[in-house]
């Protein structure tokens, strides 16, 4: 007994000693997974982002791209042999210290062909700054992992074609655009993980809020809660730490600014979920906030029986007219199945200046929109303080009562772009989305339940896998 034992213990010090040597092989396969370290890796698209706290395991995930790529060895995308990238960081400090570490904790020895130093001896890389690396890449030729600094300046990043740059912490948007250009011809990756300490940065635009709209950009939040290997203690022992600003950075990853969000309990990973087929007797209402050169913004919301709101679809466009609008909308409605109101028209709740006639029309909105086959409803509650408390209760993360298909993509930007400006009143920018979901929300009011239950198999499933993404 006591022989088995030994045999036993035996293996499993082989086997530690093989994870240590080897940890690439066994990244995210034990029995604690980092799912949100997952979701990035199995992304498939091009220009992806983490932001991150301090010690949340966003830099694990750019050091692993990093070696997957140069090896050739990535389990969710193609690989290429004889790959070159680069590793950006603030400055050669930052690199050796930080970047430069992780990618040589997951690369043996034995893959690493050629180390060329900045500084240093090439017998011990971890102890200098690294200039460059070859790889074996398993295809049988090398890669090469060159260390950058941002303190360079721009022109250092010229020239050369790569099929990948990680960027460790934010760069300047000159040396980020200097890099696109880099992985052009050879419609390589980029990624990036960092922590937003500086505010609202060309990143917040660029790639948070994705405001172009470019279909290859991909983000996600991590926090200390989504480590694993952190435990409850030392979780609690940082958080006593900071200041509840710096929590909003440090911890959870999120931009900030002196004056703050209008609501920082928006959770994207709680909130936006993957569209599903949503059961006809969810269905709803539209609402609808109107703009001729202003955007107008349209979304169809579903009620269950339990009072959670879906938003479902969204049609938002600027500088068009009714007509357009009218045909769009109608065309979505169709495509749901949706139902019609009184006299075959659509029926949705719309701002009460609708019935303002306009300088170039003899007719109001309201007019315009019911002629185009539209009924719109403008008593709507308008108070914005009221309003904006009740988005807030309807995104409680501990009892979220409001979820937004993920294709709605400008609700989802302006809910994540809403600050306060000066005189506790909110920056009149890019709320229109936000101005109808306030409608439709406070429509709600009196009729806590509009929806009506289907079989509680369907209800059930749906809340079961959305309570799994609520944070404990």
């Known amino acids: 007994m006591q022989d088995t034992i030994k045999k036993i213990l035996c293996i499993e010090k082989q086997i530690q000693k093989k994870q240590e040597s080897n940890k690439i092989v066994y990244y995210n396969k034990g029995q604690k997974i980092h799912k949100k370290q997952l979701a990035f890796a199995q ?23 990093t070696v997957w790529y140069a090896r050739g060895i990535h389990p969710y995308r193609p690989n290429k042999p004889n790959c070159s990238g680069w590793v950006v960081s603030l400055s050669r400090a930052m690199s050796r210290d930080v970047a430069q570490q992780k ?29 460059f690396m070859t790889v074996k890449n398993v295809f049988g030729g090398l890669s090469r992992i060159g260390f950058k600094s941002c303190e360079m300046g721009r022109e250092k990043f010229q020239g050369t074609s790569l099929d990948f740059v990680w960027f460790d912490e934010e760069p300047p948007k ?37 405001s172009a709209n470019d279909p290859q950009v991909y983000a996600i939040q991590m926090e200390w809660a989504d480590n694993p290997f952190l435990d409850k203690e030392e979780i609690q022992a940082f958080d006593d730490s900071l200041s509840s600003e710096e929590l909003e950075s440090r911890r959870y990853g999120k931009f900030r600014t002196s004056v703050g969000l209008v609501y920082p309990e928006f959770c994207e990973s709680v ?28 979304h169809w919301y579903a009620v269950d029986g339990d009072g959670v709101v879906y938003v479902m ?54 007019d315009l929109f019911f002629e185009f086959g539209i009924a719109t409803n403008p008593r709507v509650n308008k108070d914005m303080y009221s309003g904006i408390s009740t988005v807030k209760q309807y995104l409680n993360p501990k009892n979220p009562k409001l979820y937004i298909f993920k294709s709605c993509t400008q609700l989802i930007r302006e809910i994540k772009s809403y600050w306060w400006g000066q005189g506790d009143t909110p920056k009149k920018k890019d709320d229109h989305a936000l101005d109808e ?16 239950k289907v079989t509680q198999s369907l209800v059930q499933r749906h809340k079961n896998k959305l309570a799994k993404k609520r944070p404990g």
């Open 43 to 65: 992304c498939p698209k091009r220009n992806r982002w983490v932001f991150g706290g301090n010690r949340s395991g966003k830099t694990e995930c750019g050091a692993v791209e």
């Open 103 to 131: 990618i040589l904790q997951y690369l043996p020895a034995e893959w690493i062909d050629t180390v060329v130093m900045a500084s240093g001896s090439s017998e011990s890389p971890a102890n200098g700054m690294i200039d």
């Open 174 to 210: 000159d040396i980020y655009d200097e890099c696109k250009m880099r992985v052009l011809d050879k419609k390589g990756d980029i990624w990036g993980t960092m922590t937003p300490l500086l505010g609202l940065t060309w990143v917040y635009d660029t790639i948070y809020l994705n």
């Open 271 to 298: 909130h936006c979920i993957e569209p599903f087929c949503v059961p006809k007797e969810w269905y709803h209402s539209l609402s609808i906030d109107p703009g001729l050169n202003n955007p107008l913004s349209c």
């Open 313 to 366: 679809a969204e049609h938002y466009k600027a500088k068009t007219d009714i007509a357009t609008h009218a045909q769009a909308i109608q065309e979505i409605c169709v495509a749901l199945d949706w139902h019609c109101g009184t006299g075959g028209r659509y029926e949705a709740l719309i701002d009460s200046a609708a019935t303002q006639r306009t300088l170039a029309s003899s007719k109001s909105v309201v």
């Open 437 to 452: 979901l306030r409608y439709f929300l406070m429509s709600l009011q009196n009729t806590p339940s509009a929806g009506k």
